[in-house]
């Protein structure tokens, strides 16, 4: 009995066969092992002690056994699962920034290079930051309910970056050298270049003496680090509430047939100056308002703003 089954566990090659073993020779109710123990009763109390301490031997070495057998199918598991260094790797997938959010950073770099530093401000927002203080007087078309997000009478989801200047006039004396980079909401239908959501970055300097060429030549240094070396800049006259003059910005690189508009800039109004309690005798300053889906979009080639909010993977992946 013993050396068969110590045979039988030893050649068992998987675990049906060792749990075959086991029941064959150490099963509770008709292994071999127990039948040999249903003998030790019928025996001579003379024959008992040293039959009992046989079986005894017996029944260890057959427990090992079984132990071992099983220790041994499952190395031979884990080592079927384990590392194989010849395999191609597999790369992990990481994520990465967003496009806007590369631009936004970009913006913020390239910016920082002519001696701005980023503002922020608030996107649910009072009508006094985003209206009154920017000159823009409660009776003026720019305010109409069905232009803008109103949360109530006297707050709103802000419109333009534009804000935020005030913002920072109210919180420092001039000089001043600012960018701000933020979400605006307008309820716009939403199509290839229209979305009720999109980014701006804002643009504010005031100092004695800052002039309309400072404004010409911070953006288009600006414009050709952005987009390229051979991009073109031009004002066309326009009207904004706080800046006077007012001008759009329209942008014309290599390769295109026609000038973008990229957004409106101008001289910073006296009456906004003065209603931060800056003096307009004493300093001027530019401001500017371009919008970063159009920035982003030409410089990736992009050709539908909602692209850059679905989240899809396919899309992202590219940037
Ligand atoms: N806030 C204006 C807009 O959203 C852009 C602008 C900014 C114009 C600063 C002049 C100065 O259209």
Known sequence: LESEGLAALGAADSPEAVEAARIEYLGQKSGRLKAAQE?????????????????????????????????RLERRAVAADAL????????????????????????????????????????????????DALNIPPVHPARDP??????????MLRSQTSTVQIRVMEAQPPPVRVIAIGRVYRPDTVDATHSFMFHQVEGLMVDRGVTMADLKTVLRLFARSYLGQDVKIRFRPSF????????EVDMLWHGGDRWVEMGGAGMVDPNVLRAVGYDPEEVTGFAFG????????????????????????RFLEQF
């Open 146 to 155: 069905l232009d803008n997000f109103y949360l109530s009478e006297s707050t």
């Open 39 to 71: 003998r030790l009763r019928t025996l001579e109390p003379s024959g008992k002690r040293a039959y009992g301490q046989r079986f005894n031997g017996v029944k260890q070495a057959l427990e090992a056994a079984l132990e071992e057998a099983r220790t």
């Open 240 to 247: 904004f509430p706080f800046t006077e003059p007012s001008v």
């Open 290 to 313: 371009l919008g970063i889906e159009r920035l982003c979009m030409r410089r990736h080639g992009i050709d539908d703003i909602r692209l850059l909010y679905q989240g899809d993977v």
């Open 84 to 131: 194989d260094v010849t395999l191609p790797g597999s790369r992990p997938r990481l994520g990465h920034r967003h496009p806007l959010t590369q631009t936004a950073d970009e913006l913020i770099d390239l910016f920082g290079r002519f001696g701005f530093s980023v503002a922020r401000g608030p996107e649910v927002e009072d009508t006094r930051h985003n209206f």
